[in-house]
């Protein structure tokens, strides 16, 4: 399975950005999905997760309320819309897919990895 992330950038604190991440090879439609993100000299950290339907979401309790994880099983690819951006939001963001339906919320339950997409929310 490959994942492209995409859809990072400059963002002032308040605002929006929607990452997407497009999964090829196996059966997106059978995977959870994930996202996560790092910044310089701290581990990697769950933001959000998604079930193989769709039916089941998960956040980090710090974007609860400003981000949306969601999925379209025909495009094979799975959004991120992060509204009412904060500075702290800043880092790299990386999707990830693992080979079970139920969603997940630690970095080692996921076997696939894109290759991050920057978010700089700027103050």
């Known amino acids: 399975v490959q994942l492209q992330a995409s859809g990072g950038g400059l963002v002032q604190a308040g605002g929006s950005l929607r990452l997407s991440c497009a999964a090829s090879g196996g059966t997106f439609s059978q995977k959870a999905m994930g996202w996560f993100r790092q910044t310089p000299g701290k581990e990697r950290e769950f933001v959000s997760a998604i079930n193989w339907s769709g039916s089941s979401t998960n956040y980090r309790d710090s974007v609860k309320g400003r981000f949306t994880i969601s999925r379209d099983n025909a495009k094979n690819t799975v959004y991120l819309q992060m509204n009412s951006q904060k500075p702290e939001d800043t880092a790299v963001y990386y999707c990830?897919?693992?080979?079970?339906?139920?969603?997940?919320?630690?970095?080692?339950?996921?076997?696939?990895w894109g290759q991050g997409t920057l978010v700089t929310v700027s103050s």
């Open positions: 990830a897919a693992r080979s079970y339906a139920p969603a997940a919320t630690m970095y080692y339950q996921y076997d696939y």
